[in-house]
């Protein structure tokens, strides 16, 4: 077990560059699987999502290469077996296994994935989208056994932009016989990554990035090279970060883009900051305007950044209001800003905001990855001692977390327990 010991209150001045993405880069490394050649992937992030995908990877007998921020990947020699509960449940993104499995062997044994606790997160739309390509389901509690004697284009229709099942759509189809349609395919930026690796392995794929893919299928798919874009959800942290603290905060390798839901709110709320190609520089504001917030599927606002900016919105003059549209359960970290002095009332599916002037250093609990993002944002600005307890989640989503925020100047420690 480990915690965060943040000595908050501290200006930051400096730069922080933004690693891969995590969202992206735990499908790259699944799908890579789908090429019986060798598969570079470079700028993966070093973090324990990557790690429990190199288990799963390597108990399937792929030869594995990391060296830096790049992975090699050798699938030729792999197993086709099932894959234990106790690896499938350590992180929610090894249900890419299902697709990517299916599309290369049509068959595939494995358990219910895992993933931080926000909501009910089922699979039924990824199910869905096996069972039009032809392939017969069978659940026996947490078990999966997915098997087709061909897998046949057809038209996808997702009852919901889901990410994970577009992309497990994609997986499935690229070596599927004749055309696939994804119809409300999700239209998130690590689609897109997902599927140039594709189509650089020889996939047909046109479309990603929209809520229509098409899909023809080919029969083999070859070596490639790919690069993990930017994270816009760990550059959407510390972008708010310098809103808090920043003296100013430059956070460069970024794709603006990517980060527009995020920095057009910022605005709105009177947050100082200036954008370059690749960078944006963010200053401290003293005076912001409270604003209201909606999370929304790509590109609305993401619902990965909804506990993050709580921490900002605590911070303006009047009264905030969030609606978290995406998941069930994502607020678990308003206790614990209310222990910090927040002034936060959880109403449904919504919450109010009552600005205050400082928050305060206590010990406290991340209950899911972007919880605890939330509480070391408020760590860093609340003024005395705050300790984060089960950081563990923090670590499967923000690579070198200590270092990055230690060169901007910042308190903070990682302690073992
Ligand atoms: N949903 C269904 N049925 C499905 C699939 C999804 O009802 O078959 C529902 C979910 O229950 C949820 C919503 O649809 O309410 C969103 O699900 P989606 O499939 O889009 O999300 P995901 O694939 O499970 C990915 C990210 C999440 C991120 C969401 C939305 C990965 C591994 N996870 O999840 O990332 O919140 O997309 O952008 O890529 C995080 O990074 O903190 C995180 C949770």
């Known amino acids: 077990m480990k915690k965060l010991v943040i000595h908050g209150g501290v200006p930051l001045t400096g730069t922080i ?13 699944p799908a890579s699987l789908l090429s019986d050649e060798e598969v570079v992937i470079d700028h993966i992030p ?52 299902m697709g990517a499995l299916l599309g290369k062997y049509k068959k595939v044994e494995m358990y219910f994935p895992g993933g931080c606790a926000i909501g009910k997160r089922p699979i039924d739309q990824h199910i869905k989208a096996f069972e039009a390509l032809g392939a017969k389901v069978e659940i026996d509690g947490n078990k999966y056994r997915i098997e087709a004697d061909e897998l ?4 996808i229709y997702l009852d919901f932009a889901s990410v994970g099942a577009t992309i497990n759509a994609l997986l499935a189809s690229v070596k599927a016989k004749g055309k696939t349609t994804i119809h409300n395919a999700a239209k998130e930026p690590e689609i897109v990554n997902v599927a140039t690796l594709l189509n650089n392995m020889g996939a047909k794929i046109e479309g990603a990035g929209t809520s229509e893919i098409s899909i023809i299928g080919v029969s083999s798919l070859k070596s490639a090279y790919i690069e993990v874009i930017p994270d816009r959800i760990e550059a959407g ?10 003296n100013p905060l430059t956070i460069e390798n970024i794709i603006p883009n990517h980060i527009e839901p995020l920095l057009a709110k910022l605005k709105e709320m009177g947050v100082s900051y200036e954008l370059k190609e690749n960078a944006v520089t963010v200053s401290r504001s003293d005076h912001l305007k409270p604003t209201s917030i909606k999370t ?6 993401p619902t990965d950044l909804q506990q993050p900016i709580t921490a900002l919105l605590c911070f303006t003059e009047g009264i905030s209001h969030m609606q978290e549209t995406i998941y069930e359960n994502r607020f678990q970290n308003v206790p614990y800003l209310n222990q910090m002095g927040a002034k936060i009332q959880v109403k449904g599916d919504m919450l109010d905001i009552q600005g205050i002037q400082q928050l305060h250093g206590t010990v406290v609990e991340a209950t899911d990855l972007r919880a605890g993002a939330c509480l070391f944002l408020a ?24 270092e990055k925020l230690t060169h901007v100047g910042a308190k903070i420690e990682l302690i073992e327990i």
């Open 296 to 301: 929304a599927v790509y590109p609305g606002f």
């Open 237 to 246: 942290t510390y972008v708010i970060l310098g809103a808090l603290m920043g």
């Open 379 to 402: 760590g860093l600005k609340a003024d005395g001692v705050t300790e984060i307890k089960n950081v563990e989640y923090v670590l499967r989503g923000y690579e070198n977390i200590i």
């Open 46 to 97: 070093d973090i324990t999502d990557i790690d429990a995908l190199d288990e799963i990877l390597v108990y399937l007998g792929a030869k594995i290469k990391r060296e830096g921020s790049r992975m090699t990947i050798q699938s030729e020699q792999i197993e086709n077996k099932e894959i234990p509960e106790k690896i499938s449940k350590k992180l929610r993104a090894s249900y890419y296994f």
């Open 152 to 155: 046949i284009g057809t038209d």
């Open 17 to 29: 560059c933004i690693s891969g993405a995590k969202n992206s880069a735990v499908a790259l490394v």
